[in-house]
């Protein structure tokens, strides 16, 4: 057994393999002291993780105070490969964040109800992640769970729902669940979204009927967000949209010693599904989609300097934007990050 703490709170891991044990207690005081801040008080004195066999399955679930963690997702698993997400930690955090959705508010027994669960202990963990990697690591688990997405919408076979009114749908409440709610973030502000987190805890925390709906979490989010992101949470939540973005064309040209313009050519195209997975196109509207310039792969990740990353008014189906960075560009995109739903990411970033 191993014995730690954060604060007041005494954290144990219980094991028989201690391969990951470290990354779990970092995970723990990470997420506790993210959580706290945040949201609301921890409403226990103590933490635990206890290692259960892999042959009872490849999970870990929130009980009261208490994580059973498989060995085969925790204790034995093999994170030596650096450009691997680290799962150990993020499940850790997805775990104690069931502390406060689900142990602290839980939803009422209706449509959506997964979504103030899961989605949001999502999201609370891959704040966690983000604050401990890095906002330009942040890509790889995007990706990640928008492939999953895509994956889960193409097997429906009953039904898919907006996120607003999930039902038992994992690809939907987990999966597109992390996207939208960092998408969100990115576009009302991390202290906003926390903001009616923290609320939409005070109101709810520890009480009996009526429970809250997911309809409650939004009307939330909306007194926080402006004016400009309404049709934004509309469809993130209530609608099923999809884009399709892509670059078409880039060059770079050299301005002068240390300066460079870069020409990149865009097709944006926006569509809403409904539950049978049509797709009608739709306006653009005012959408807002981050351009980005990158320079050379760095650090253990390998991952692109990040140069410039902007958002800019995407309103027709094909634009093009010229920008100017001070550093030599190899790659450009539209939505390089991957903080939308898009139908084939992988056309979203050209090499210069």
């Known amino acids: 057994m191993l014995k730690d ?8 891991i219980y094991y028989r393999h201690d ?17 706290t801040k945040n949201f609301s008080p921890y409403q226990y004195r103590q933490f635990r993780i206890m290692e259960f066999p892999r042959f009872q399955g490849r999970f870990a679930q929130s009980f ?3 994580i059973p963690f498989s060995e085969s997702i925790g204790f034995t698993a093999d994170l030596t490969d650096p450009k691997k997400i ?10 104690l964040a069931h502390q406060w959705w689900a142990h602290q508010v839980l939803g009422a027994d209706v449509q959506g109800s997964s979504m103030i669960v899961e989605t949001l202990s999502q999201y609370s963990a891959l704040m966690v992640m983000e604050k401990e990697y890095g906002k330009e690591q942040m890509k790889r688990f995007l990706e990640f769970e928008l492939d999953n997405y895509l994956r889960g919408r193409g097997g429906e076979i009953i039904g898919e729902q907006p996120l607003y009114l999930v039902e038992n749908q994992p690809y939907i409440h987990y999966r597109k669940g992390s996207v939208v709610m960092y998408a969100l973030q990115d576009y009302i502000g991390e202290e906003k979204v926390n903001e009616a987190l923290a609320e939409f805890i005070g109101n709810y925390a520890f009480k009996g009927a009526p429970y809250p709906t997911s309809k409650d979490l939004i009307k939330l989010l909306r ?6 992101h309404q049709s934004m949470i509309t469809d993130l939540f209530e609608k099923i949209v ?3 973005l892509s670059v078409t064309e880039a060059n770079v040209e050299a301005i002068a010693a240390a300066e460079y313009e870069v020409s990149i050519d865009v097709q944006a195209l926006k569509f809403e599904a409904d539950d049978n997975g049509q797709e009608t196109e739709v306006s653009l509207g005012e959408s807002w989609i981050d351009i ?5 792969k760095q650090g253990l990740h390998e991952t692109p300097q990040l140069i410039y990353l902007e958002k800019h008014r995407v309103d027709q189906s094909t634009m093009t934007f010229k920008i100017r960075v001070a550093e030599k560009p190899l790659s450009v995109g539209i939505d390089p990050l991957n903080k939308l739903i898009d139908r084939n990411p992988e056309d979203n970033v050209k090499t210069l």
């Open 5 to 12: 703490n954060w604060q007041d709170v005494a954290i144990e």
């Open 19 to 35: 391969y990951n044990i470290d990354t779990m207690v970092r995970s723990t005081k990470k997420s506790l002291e993210y959580f």
């Open 64 to 66: 009261p105070n208490t």
């Open 86 to 95: 680290d799962y150990v930690f993020y499940v850790t955090a997805h775990e």
């Open 223 to 228: 007194e926080k967000a402006q004016p400009e």
């Open 242 to 244: 999809i884009f399709d």
């Open 292 to 296: 980005g310039v990158f320079g050379e």
